[in-house]
């Protein structure tokens, strides 16, 4: 059985202040990178499920330039577990999409953005420091342990972690500024 992965994210000001404490404290860096989520048919809450495709343009996960996923997350507090339900990797977006239109029935994009950051390891814990499109500088922490999560996050002095999904906080965000 796969153990749970949690994941927390924190939404702050600056993002260099934060880049130092994370180096300061030993963290392996991983490498930067930098993509762009697309979330597709959705009427669905952003916060339970959603389809994804995602493309690469400095790729440091050692995956295709071009990933589509559909997954739901579960929630507890401000925790998030992935289930992934369907992946399938693509060497170009036209390809991605003509597929999602294939397995899903349509494409239709809900909300997109980039993401561009830098990867980190710290004891097990995987931890991406990123700017995101209209959100602005978070970092996203993942581990197999929550008490793990929240004793960095003390570290780091991060207080009031995201309770929603990203592709949801870039919606709610989008929206905010449309009205």
Wanted: charged share 25%; hydrophobic share 40%; net charge negative.
């Amino acid at each position: 059985m796969a153990m749970a992965l949690y994941q927390a994210r924190y939404v702050f000001e600056e993002i260099e202040p934060i880049r130092q404490q994370i180096c300061a404290i030993g963290s392996e860096p991983r490498g930067m990178y930098f993509f762009t989520d697309e979330i597709v048919n959705s009427n669905d809450d952003l916060n339970m499920h959603l389809l994804r495709l995602r493309c690469y343009q400095i790729n440091i996960m050692l995956k295709s330039k071009v990933e589509l996923t559909e997954k739901t997350m579960r929630w507890k507090d401000f925790f998030k577990v992935d289930t992934i339900h369907y992946q399938k990797d693509f060497v170009n977006f036209t390809d991605a999409v003509l597929h999602a239109e294939d397995r899903f029935g349509s494409y239709v994009p809900v909300v997109s953005f980039a993401r561009q950051g830098w990867a980190y390891c710290l004891d097990g814990m995987h931890l991406f420091l990123e700017y995101i499109d209209t959100l602005g500088p978070s970092l996203g922490i993942e581990g197999d342990c929550t008490r793990c999560i929240i004793n960095l996050a003390k570290q780091l002095r991060l207080s009031d972690p995201a309770r929603s999904s990203v592709p949801k906080l870039v919606q709610n965000a989008t929206r905010n500024v449309l009205h």
